[in-house]
Structure formats: C-alpha cells, structure tokens
C-alpha cells in the first residue's frame, strides 16, 4: 500500500537552522520515568520512534547542573562531562533510522528542591518552593547569572558532542527557570532582569543568543514556549505577554515549539479536552515568525493534521502522547495503513509512570516501556512457539489484546464474549461523561482481529464450563474481568458494610447498565481514580442533588498522577457537587448513610434516595475457579492448560489488563524456565 496524496503534505521536509527535518512529525520532549537512572531503556524506547517515522524525537526535561535537582522524579542530566555517554546512546539509536535528535536543556530554578544535591534552590526571586517542599529558593545575583549562562552554554557543547541535532531552550510550563523570570509571580526583581517585559524577557534571549553562538553552526536551536497559563489574568496570557514575547524574539531561534501552560493544561486530558485543542496559541505564535513552529493537539488524525498545515496553524505536527500509544503513526500513514494506527485515547497513564517514578506505561500500548527491558518492539512480535489452538472467554481489553497479539503471532485463536458487543469495560465506560475516547482500545483491537484469518469471533456467547469441556482448544485463557462491589469494601473498610445489601445501594455497574437514578444522590468514593468524579458529574446531569463523600483529601486523589485533579474538582464544583472530603462511612440505614470524620469525634448523617459505593471492583473469577477445580475433567477433554489474565486475576487499570493479555500472548510456546527475572534490569557499574 502506499500513502494517499492528501498526506504528501505531512512528508515534506522541514528546514531547522543548520540541519533538516525529513517529514513534518515531531516527537516533542515528553517525561518517561526513564532519564539519568534508565538511559539504556531511554535510548531503546526513541530509537523505536525514529524507527516509526518521527524526524525529530526529543529526550525529557535534560537538567544541566546540581542546582536543579528535581529527584524523586527521574528526567535527564547533564551535569558534566561523564553524563555525555548516557545521551550518547539516545542520539545514535535515533540517528540509526535517519531522524534528528533533539535534547531539552531545562534548569528548573525556584521549582527544583534539590533533595538529592542538598544544593540550595535559586530563582529569579526568591521565594518558597511551590510544591510545598520545605525549601525556599535564594535571589541570582547578577554575577549568578552570568555563571548560569556559563552553565547552559557549556551544556549545549556537551548536548553537540554527544551528537544532538537539535538544543532546546526550555521556557514552557513553570518548571522552567527561563519562564520563572517571564512571570511577574515569581520575578520581583528590580535590575535589568525584573520589571518590564523586555527585562524579564532578557534571559531566555540571552540564552537563545549564547545557544546560538556556542552550537548554532551544526545545531537547531530551538525554543519551547508557553502561550498561556490559562489562569487569566493571574498570569501570563496568549494575546498580551504570550504574543510579545514572541513578537520580541520571533526570528532568533529556529524554531519555536508552542503550548500551554502548566503540564496539567498542556497535557489534558481527552475528558477534558479534543483533539487540537491548542490551535489557538500555535496559530497565534505562526502569525508573528518565519521560523518553524511546532505544535501539540493529541492529534492522531492525518486529517486534522493536514488540515491545521493547511490553515498555517503549524509547520510541524507535534505529538508526546500519539507518539507513545503509536510509536509507527508517521510510518503507517505514509504506508496508507490508517486502519492499523493505534490511536490514544487521552487517559494519561502515560503521565502517571513519571509521577510515580518507574518507566513509562501506555493504555493503548503495551510495549510502551517494555523495549528493552523485555526487547519488545510494538509492531513486531515472534511468530508462534508452538502449535496450540487458544480459547478466549472475554473480550474486554485483556481477552481483546491477548487475541490480537497472539493472532498476530500466528495462533488459531476462537474469542468468545457474552455480550452482543465486544469491549467489557470500556464500552461501558465509554458511555459515561468524557469517557468515549475509552472506545478506541476496542476499536483498534476489533479492526487488527478483523484483518485476522485465523481468529474467530463469538459474540453474544455467553461459555459455561461444559462449553469450554466441549471446545477441547489446547489452551483456555479466561478473561471474565471485574465487577464493581456494593458493599462499601475498598481502601477504609476491608468487610462488607452492614445494611449495604438493601436495594437503593448501587454501584457504578447499576449505574452503567441504565438504572434510573432517584432524586437526592450520594456517592462515597473510596476508589480515589476517575470513576466516583464521573459518576458524580452523570447525577448532576440528570439533575439530581449529588454529594460525594470521600475519606481523601480532595476528591478523586490518583488523578493527581494524570494532571487531572484539579479539572475534575472544579468541575464538580461548578456543577453545583456538594463535596465532602476526609469523611469515612460508618453505617448505612433506611435510606441514610453515616460517616466519620477522619481526624475527629464528628459525626455526619446524609440521607438519600440512592447510595451509590465507588469503592473497589471484585475479580469475576468463578468460570476460572470452576475450571480449576475440574481441571482433569478439562484435560480428559483435551485441554493442557486453564490460565487467567487481566481483571479476573485481580483488577486494575485498563492499562493493566491490555498489558496482562499481551505478556500471556508473547509468553505462549516460549521457554522462559532458567530466568530469575522476567525482565532486565539496568545496574549500576560499580567498578567505575
Ligand atoms: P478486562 O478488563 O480484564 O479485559 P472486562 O471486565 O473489561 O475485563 O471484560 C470482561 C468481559 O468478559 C466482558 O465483556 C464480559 O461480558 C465477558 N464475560 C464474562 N463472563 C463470561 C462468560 N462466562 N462467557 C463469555 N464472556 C464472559
Ligand atoms: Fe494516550 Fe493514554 Fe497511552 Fe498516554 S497512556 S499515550 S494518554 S493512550
């Protein structure tokens, strides 16, 4: 197959100061969990997008000196010279495939607490970690700054021999120390530095000029920019200080990378943003530069892509999270394979492996963060290691993954669902408030399974055991996921709650499969992910009078991990949500609920048409517990083995289950026995 004309426009080169892009895809920096502490695993991972199509593919935030010291998180370094090899490696997988290699040079000023360095944090002002760390940051004096600029010139060098083609100056989101001197927030100085715009703007140029000077002659150097902070006028804004600043500074670098800030407004979510929904700023920023400009949108249409080229929105079509659900999206465009493009779905589970440190994870690819440590790569898989025909009961994102890598390798593989329509958890979540990108895991699974001869789809085939004994397929994987408990059982109470089993106690199953919802609603979230925030902001639609209750802090906590708590509470809040945070329930009676207040002797009693429990899901484990049992009656049918995977083992995320059908579909026919570990890990050389 080859690529539709309407596309060619997505192929042409791009020109970026000394050096040239082959295609218009950008991977722009996206945080990993990898860094300074997985570099092999880094290098791996890029390498595979450059494989993929992109033309550009930059590292993470890439600190350039001890006095920006983000640990615990995990970015990049370049400290000094003995950090050059790590990046090294990144630069050559990527040049391998014929793309540029971009690194962006971040310090992170008053945000950085230094835990590691202990180095006392400095800022354009001083003034107290915003992240509520227990560290304040001292004032640069003029002689800092210059020895800063010192700094970011010689790690620029550094980033040039290790062969990076392309040198960002970080100014985008407030984590970074340029955009720190922007902000008249966190700027109060009163020197050429502070005060006017052109003052607090004099640092980034600086930096773009020094950058310039240093490896200008065989680098692009290239700005990431914040439009705005969506804050109002609390902050910088697009069509005031955002604009000018551009305006200042249009043509001294090669290229300007736009969004908006902070990461949470950057990186939103599908339930809270479409796809494109930067156009504003990039268009804004396009109108006022010759340079080339870059911006994000989650986009993962080609469509939209061409469209933004063609309205003069953009010059290159930006992608962190496309580019991680779908590494080969540029490829397959260009190859015409539109159908097999493995399109995000918005949940930022991406984001959640930097936040709690450890390697990236992707809901719609499971190979994501996997390259090297398991040698994974997302568009080729083993063919099959042996000659087994496989039975799959459940088509949610386990059964559906599971079917699709093992249909890839080459299985005779039957998939089998009760329900008329394929997807288990996400069809059902798909229909909530914000949740319908969720689809696209089943879409793209069913659209790879329908291309797929030797695997059979069964819908509306509900499978008992005596089905499964009359299949007599060599291997059984159930994957009859989770169900949502009623009985309060979750992160507070570990036994079920007396008085939970009458009938106006729902879950949110009840509420997904269309049970009507009564007047007066109150929701005790104990789960603390998405699901108690959506259910809440479903009741308000039907205009009901909703409370949420929740033993946390604040309401829907884990969302903190993927940049969207502060939407989903605002929104709640908007919408008229009474919220009551650090309350556990104690009791439930005739239509009344009790709680406890976390820290006090306080009471609360609520009364209620509806209870509803959002506290945690049960593994729907009887078909395979059965199954077990009767294993040797399975195996006078013929069948070797009777295996689990997904939520029926024990529920998690979506990413979990795709994951969990994928490792049982790579494991298959393949010998693992002798390996202590299932996976490699990066050790530190200790005879250095
Ligand atoms: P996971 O997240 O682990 O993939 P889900 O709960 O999303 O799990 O999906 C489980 C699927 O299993 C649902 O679509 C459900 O209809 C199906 N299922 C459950 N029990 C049976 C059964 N006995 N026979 C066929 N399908 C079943
Ligand atoms: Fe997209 Fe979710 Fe994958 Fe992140 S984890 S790339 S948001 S599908």
Redesign the pocket.
Same mark, same amino acid.
């Given at each position: 197959m080859s690529r539709d004309p309407r596309y060619d426009i997505l192929f042409e080169p791009v020109r970026i100061g000394p050096v040239v892009a082959q295609n218009r895809f950008f991977q722009v920096p996206h945080c990993c969990g990898m860094g300074h502490a997985r570099p092999q695993t880094a290098a791996v991972m890029r390498g595979i997008k450059a494989e993929g199509g992109w033309a550009v593919v930059a590292t993470e935030e890439c600190d350039i000196h001890h006095s920006s010291d983000v640990s615990p998180y995990i970015e990049h370094r370049l400290w000094n010279d003995d950090d050059i090899a790590q990046h090294a490696l990144m630069v050559d997988a990527v040049h391998a495939h014929g793309a540029l290699a971009a690194i962006e040079l971040a310090h992170s000023g008053r945000m950085a607490p230094n835990h590691f360095t202990r180095t006392v944090p400095v800022g354009a002002s001083a003034g107290p970690n915003p992240g509520y760390d227990p560290v304040a940051a001292r004032e640069l004096t003029r002689r800092d700054i210059r020895e800063l600029r010192g700094i970011y010139r010689k790690a620029a060098i550094r980033a040039k021999s290790a062969g990076f083609d392309i040198v960002y100056v970080y100014a985008a989101h407030m984590l970074a120390l340029p955009a720190q001197f922007l902000s008249k927030r966190y700027n109060q100085r009163t020197d050429e530095y502070g005060g006017s715009l052109e003052n607090r703007a004099r640092f980034l140029k600086e930096l773009i000029i020094d950058a310039k000077e240093a490896v200008g002659d065989r680098c692009g150097i290239a700005v990431r920019w914040m439009m705005d902070e969506m804050m109002g006028d609390a902050g910088l804004q697009c069509n005031e200080e955002g604009i000018e600043v551009v305006s200042m500074l249009a043509e001294l670098p090669d290229l300007w990378d736009v969004n908006v800030s902070d990461w949470d407004n950057d990186s939103a979510t599908s339930r809270f943003q479409p796809e494109g929904f930067q156009e504003r700023y990039v268009s804004a920023v396009k109108q006022v530069t010759t340079k080339p400009v870059v911006g994000v949108g989650r986009f993962t249409s080609p469509d939209a892509m061409v469209a933004q080229l063609k309205r003069g929105v953009l010059d290159m079509i930006g992608a962190a999270r496309p580019s991680i659900a779908d590494p080969f999206l540029p490829r397959k465009i260009e190859q015409g394979r539109l159908e097999d493009i493995r399109e995000c779905i918005g949940c930022n589970i991406c984001v959640s492996g930097d936040y709690t440190m450890t390697p990236i994870r992707c809901t719609q690819n499971p190979t994501m963060g996997e390259e090297w440590r398991r040698g994974w790569h997302p568009e080729i898989i083993p063919p099959a290691g042996s000659r087994d025909t496989v039975l799959i009961?459940? %088509?949610?994102? %386990?059964?559906?993954e599971c079917a699709t890598a093992l249909g890839k390798r080459g299985y005779e593989v039957t998939l089998?669902? %009760?329900?008329e329509e394929?997807?288990?958890?996400?069809i059902d979540e798909s229909g909530l408030p914000g949740l319908s990108a969720w689809r696209r895991v089943r879409d793209y699974r069913l659209g790879q399974l329908h291309q797929l001869a030797n695997v059979e789809l069964y819908p509306s085939?509900?499978?008992?055991f005596s089905n499964i004994a009359d299949f007599g397929a060599d291997q059984v994987v159930i994957?009859?996921?989770?169900r949502w408990r009623s009985d309060g059982v979750g992160r507070e109470h570990h036994v079920a709650m007396p008085g939970a089993e009458q009938s106006f106690v729902l879950s949110p199953d009840d509420i997904m499969s269309g049970v009507k919802l009564a007047d007066t609603i109150v929701i005790y979230d104990d789960d603390h992910f998405y699901m108690g925030g959506v259910i809440a902001e479903l009741a308000r639609t039907y205009g009901a009078n909703v409370t949420l209750v929740t033993p946390a802090a604040d309401v829907s906590h884990w969302t903190h991990y993927t940049l969207e708590q502060r939407a989903i509470q605002e929104r709640l809040a908007e919408l008229g949500v009474d919220l009551r945070v650090q309350w556990s329930m104690q009791s439930v009676g005739d239509h009344v609920a009790e709680f406890a207040c976390m820290y006090s002797d306080r009471v609360m009693t609520l009364p209620c048409d509806n209870l509803i429990m959002v506290t945690s899901r049960r593994s729907?484990d009887r078909?395979y517990r059965h199954c077990m049992a009767k294993l040797s009656e399975l195996k006078d049918a013929g069948v070797a083995a009777v295996s689990h995977?997904?939520?029926?083992v024990a529920p998690g995320t979506?990413a979990a %289950?795709v994951y969990?059908?994928h490792l049982w579909a790579r494991q298959l026919g393949e010998d693992s026995h002798g390996a202590e570990l299932p996976f490699t890990r990066e050790l530190i050389d200790i005879t250095a």
């Open positions: 009961i459940g %088509a949610g994102p %386990a059964g559906l089998a669902d %009760a329900r394929f997807g288990g958890r996400v085939s509900e499978m008992s994957a009859t996921g989770a729907d078909l995977i997904g939520d029926c979506i %289950a969990s059908g």
